[in-house]
């Protein structure tokens, strides 16, 4: 049931930014692999064709956003054959349920893999309370 | 609307659970962008040269590949797995891996030795010179006598 309840949050955050663009580009959903460990949270996003440039990161209030442009690919006097993909810009949000260090936050994008470390605030970390004797 | 007995299947409430289940997760998931094949490729044909481009994020470079033979192009590479260290949990994982292989037939005859590929930012671009030998010749006609 918490899952339910989580892709709905992030079914919201990503309507509200999508139904108003003024570039009439398709925008695609990157496939992500997140992961967590007692630190940080770690996602990997596949966007193709996107750089350093023209990616785009943010957080606001729980809100994680990632944006990225990538570059049309066409070739002067080269004919489109045979299409299995097509290339557009990438947007995707995330509502965390982690409270998140933002200050600390490090985006990376190398071979069109975007890759995002959150560092958990302080707050939250698991703390291993010693017990007394006595 | 019509229905059908069949006597075989009687109904069973953990089937028309699943059933049910699946019907949810498909209204939660949103479109994806993903191909029925990996990596999927654009193909792009012009008179002296294919170009292929193909979007193979996250791989080194030097896992990939690529024979021609005549007009048939072979990809074939790694895409390495996530290893998982100790203390992490996954939340989602939508991103393949593992070994991928593809078979191309090109519009024409190249030369396999002037195929040139590069990989930018997640994409494959190999550019495919058509065959000397196989491009076209034009005759002209002379009139006899």
Avoid: C
Avoid at chain 1, 70 to 93: L, N
Avoid at chain 2, 24 to 44: D, K, Q, S
Avoid at chain 2, 92 to 110: A, I, M
């Amino acid at each position: 049931m918490a899952e339910i309840s989580k892709s709905l949050k992030s079914e919201k955050a990503q309507e509200a930014a999508v139904a108003e663009r003024t570039k009439d580009r398709r925008i695609y959903n990157p496939a992500v692999d997140i992961l967590e460990d007692a630190d940080n949270l770690y996602i990997y996003a596949d966007m193709p064709g996107a750089d350093d440039k023209s990616v785009n990161v943010s957080l606001e209030n729980d809100v994680l956003t990632i944006e990225a442009q990538s570059q049309d690919v066409s070739f002067d006097k080269h004919d489109v054959t045979y299409t299995e993909y097509g290339v557009g810009d990438y947007y995707r949000a995330f509502t965390l349920n982690e409270t998140v260090d933002r200050d600390k936050i490090e985006a990376r994008v190398k071979n069109g893999v975007l890759n995002i470390v959150l560092p958990k605030a302080e707050a939250v970390k698991p703390r291993s309370i010693p017990i007394k004797v006595g | 609307m019509i229905t059908i007995e069949r006597p075989f299947f009687r109904w069973d409430p953990w089937r028309e659970m699943d059933r049910l289940q699946r019907e949810m997760t498909g209204v939660f998931n949103l479109p994806r962008r993903r191909a029925a094949v990996f990596p999927p490729l654009n193909i792009h044909t012009g008179d002296d040269d294919v170009i292929i481009t193909s979007e193979i994020p996250g791989i080194d470079p030097a896992d990939v590949e690529l024979t021609v033979t005549g007009d048939t192009l072979t990809i074939k590479g790694l895409r390495k797995e996530h290893e998982t260290k100790e203390g992490e949990t996954w939340h989602r994982r939508e991103r393949g891996s593992g070994n991928f292989y593809r078979t191309v037939q090109l519009p024409y005859n190249v030369d396999g030795n002037k195929v040139q590929a590069d990989y930018v930012n997640g994409v494959l671009k190999i550019v495919l010179p058509r065959a000397e030998a196989d491009k076209p010749r034009k005759i002209s006609v002379t009139s006899g006598k």
